[in-house]
């Protein structure tokens, strides 16, 4: 790309997308999470930066801040790009909730990408969540298999976004999770209780 990419990030968990953004050569200026456990991984993590604001979202307050930093890099000439993973507990085919109760954080996020009209924007979220998408974006989703990109793991999700596209890395040459993590197969094994 001719301009820098500069990334906003909603609800960054433990910072793996974080890595992702700053290997793929963009800069993550900020990411946003409440979840104490989480922050303190991320804050472990000597290859992520400090960029971890702790601020709950879906407030008027977060909205605000994010406009500013939003028109700020613009403004200085970057690409921007905002990524989300808003919660999926409700969304999820596991869950007890109703879809309709965890729904605010989604459709919060979604309006605020709508408002500030980024030039890509990515979210992703379990696959039954494409079903709350509003009609703006709701042709603009893909399941994925986390797999397929170097995940030991065969996890689907929903990614929903424009401004990029999607290019398996391990499509048929899936990472097994020895392969991933080769130190567990010398590792002695500890057999349950009895």
Wanted: aromatic share 10%; glycine share 6%; with cysteine.
């Amino acid at each position: 790309m001719s301009r820098p990419i500069a990334v906003i990030e909603l609800f960054s968990g433990c910072g793996a997308a974080t890595l992702g953004f700053i290997q793929g050569g963009a800069r993550v200026v900020v990411s946003f999470e409440n979840w104490e456990p989480a922050i303190a991984v991320s804050a472990a993590n000597q290859e992520l930066p400090h960029c971890v604001v702790n601020m709950e979202l879906g407030t008027r307050q977060a909205w605000e801040y994010i406009t500013q930093l939003f028109l700020e890099f613009r403004n200085s000439g970057f690409h921007i790009h905002i990524h989300a993973s808003p919660p999926c507990q409700a969304f999820s085919v596991a869950s007890t909730t109703a879809p309709s109760e965890g729904g605010f954080l989604l459709h919060w996020t979604l309006d605020l990408i709508q408002e500030l009209n980024p030039e890509s924007w990515s979210l992703e979220n379990v696959p039954p969540t494409r079903k709350y998408l509003p009609t703006w974006c709701a042709d603009k989703w893909q399941i994925v298999n986390c797999a397929d990109y170097g995940v030991p793991q065969t996890r689907k999700r929903m990614i929903v976004g424009e401004g990029f596209i999607l290019s398996p890395t391990h499509e048929n040459q899936w990472v097994s999770v020895l392969d991933a993590l080769p130190h567990l197969d010398s590792m002695e094994l500890i057999p349950p209780p009895s």
